[in-house]
């Protein structure tokens, strides 16, 4: 059995147990266990009151909301509780379960530390995905790791492979040390993937507060270093195997721990919760099966044009009647729309096309108009991303004031729901995160599975997936994979818009055909490859084989 552990995991928009691209990641993987029958459990945080929800004022300003949501009908209970000792008191989690039904059954366990008798600061825990306090990021973690741990021994599952997705849950390995007495055993058990190119994105803690925590454990010292507790550095020394999620942030992350081998297995996306539904009609239609062989997409080539552009706009239109109808965007059908949505915070650039934007409005003038969407949430922390949005909205209302040829609009509350609807609807999905940044981000792998072109820094999946002027468009210089330079704002900047203004903007206007097999494209290269059956199966043979029992 395979146990697979995750700070977050984005299986609905009705279950906000995410922050981003990452939980929803391991929704898409979480499915795919089930449907491709891999005996697996996974193990995760129960947060009552899920991640920020985010209202904007109309300066710009973000304002945090904190609702619990109605998890009791989401999930179910366990009559099981695990103890443990946190801060010299014994402390009880409480267990619930979604179970994922398809070939075979896959039981996501959400520990809930919110249980009457608890210390207050350990109930905290169980409330909001990712809080700054760091003492009670710490007893997130201990709980996700330790108490996860032991649920899967008092449930008598037998657990082949423990996998822990970043370090959050790495002091699972406390407890394995505990049980075998033995590093190499623990290695053969246990196997790593990070999902960041950053070094903040690492938790570490202050080594102290880490024995004061976990008053259970000796000898915690041997894991410290510079007085810090790392479980990244806990994670890459106790892992058989360590991988990134591309290949450039493969070599991200060897720059970051030169004295660790890690491999690498690129992100893909659950198709089939990705597929619009227009679309699939048309891929049931011309491609039978590729719900169950998504290689089979590489067909697309051989779907009729018409049959395709009819199904893209009628994306198009639920995502424009959205827009108009609650926020009054006066958005055209007959208009390219761009989609600039993900998390927001600085190296995301989010706001980077709008750097010029009496330039953009000139461009969007010479032709028939631009219309670009804007979505995602900053943490509550996060004063940059903040600052980001206000900035978003103050170009907003100044477009407005200035022309009718560039619409803009700016969407709160960016979830699941909303990502299936702008990554179908739009015509062009664009990223411009700071490059060498971008682990490796899926966004525009949902994207292009519908037919809907990048505009993409290279970096990340692109710099494997995309092929310019074919399935879409990269911005700023094409790196080596071994090239770790950051981005210039200005030189992508220059780029994006120039690319717009002589090859993007003329080939949507007054080429439709070579727009249309671009689209094809886009489905065959990326829809065929960048799906999680084949980042599953790539998992199974080169990281899961050794220890996993099938």
């Known amino acids: 059995m395979l146990a697979y552990f995750v700070m977050e995991i ?35 945080l129960l947060y009552k009151k899920g991640y920020v929800e985010q209202k904007v004022a109309q300066d710009g300003t973000q304002i945090d909301l904190f609702y619990e949501w109605d998890y009791r009908r989401e999930i179910e209970p366990l009559d099981v509780y695990i103890e443990v000792e946190l801060f010299g008191r014994k402390q009880k989690v409480r267990v619930w379960q979604k179970v994922i039904k398809s070939k075979s059954d896959v039981y996501v366990f959400f520990l809930d530390a919110d249980v009457e008798g608890n210390d207050p600061k350990v109930r905290q825990a169980s409330q909001v995905v990712y809080v700054e306090d760091r003492e009670i990021r710490l007893i997130q973690e201990a709980i996700l790791g330790i108490c996860g741990y032991r649920l899967l021994r008092k449930l008598g599952i037998d657990v082949s492979i423990y996998h822990i997705n970043e370090s959050h849950s790495a002091f699972l390995i406390l407890e394995l040390l505990e ?18 190119a950053m070094q903040l994105g690492y938790d570490s803690f202050p080594i102290e507060l880490v024995k004061n925590c976990l008053t259970e454990y000796k000898n915690l010292d041997r894991y410290a270093e510079d007085g810090k507790f790392d479980l990244t550095k806990l994670a890459l020394r106790n892992a058989s195997v360590a991988n990134a999620v591309s290949l450039k942030h493969r070599y991200t992350m060897e720059r970051l721990f030169p004295s660790r081998e890690i491999g690498y297995i690129t992100n893909g996306i659950y198709h089939k919760r990705w597929v619009s539904s227009e679309v699939a009609n048309v891929f ?25 552009l009819e199904a893209h706009q009628l994306e198009k239109e639920k995502l424009i009647n959205y827009l108009n109808k609650r926020y009054d965007a006066n958005f055209s059908y007959d208009t390219i729309t761009l989609c600039v949505a993900r998390r927001i915070t600085s190296y995301k650039r989010v706001n980077l096309i709008l750097k010029d934007v009496d330039r953009l409005i000139k461009i969007a003038e010479s032709f028939d108009g631009i219309q670009i969407v804007f979505a995602g949430r900053a943490h509550p922390a996060d004063s940059e991303g903040k600052n980001m949005i206000k900035d978003i909205f103050k170009k907003i209302q100044y477009v407005r004031s200035k022309t009718h040829s560039l619409r803009m609009v700016f969407v709160e509350n960016y979830n699941i729901d909303m990502a299936k609807m702008f990554t179908s609807g739009c015509d062009l999905w664009v990223n411009t995160s700071k490059r060498p940044y971008e682990a490796c981000g899926t966004s525009g792998m949902k994207a292009g599975i519908n037919g809907v072109l990048n505009f993409s820094v290279w970096d990340g999946w692109w710099l494997e997936g995309g092929i310019e002027g074919v399935n879409g468009w990269g911005i700023g210089p094409k790196p080596h994979w071994t090239d770790l330079s950051e981005s210039k704002d200005e030189e992508d900047l220059q780029d994006i818009y120039g690319k717009l203004s002589y090859v993007i903007l003329p080939l949507y206007y007054k080429n439709k055909d070579e727009w249309v097999r671009m689209m094809k494209a886009s489905i065959a290269t990326i829809g065929s490859y960048f799906n999680t059956y084949r980042m599953v199966s790539d998992y199974l043979v080169k990281i899961y084989s050794a220890g996993l029992r099938i």
């Open 10 to 44: 984005g299986l609905d928009s009705h279950i906000p147990t995410y922050a981003g691209g990452l939980g929803t990641l391991i929704g898409d993987v979480v499915y795919t266990f089930s449907d491709l029958g891999i005996p697996a459990v996974c193990v995760t």
């Open 179 to 196: 049980d075998l007495k033995d590093e190499i055993e623990v290695q053969k058990r246990v196997v790593f993937s990070t999902h960041t």
């Open 284 to 308: 049931n239609d011309y491609l039978p099966g590729w719900d169950e062989d998504p290689y089979l997409l590489m067909g697309a080539y051989n779907i009729p044009s018409n049959a395709l």
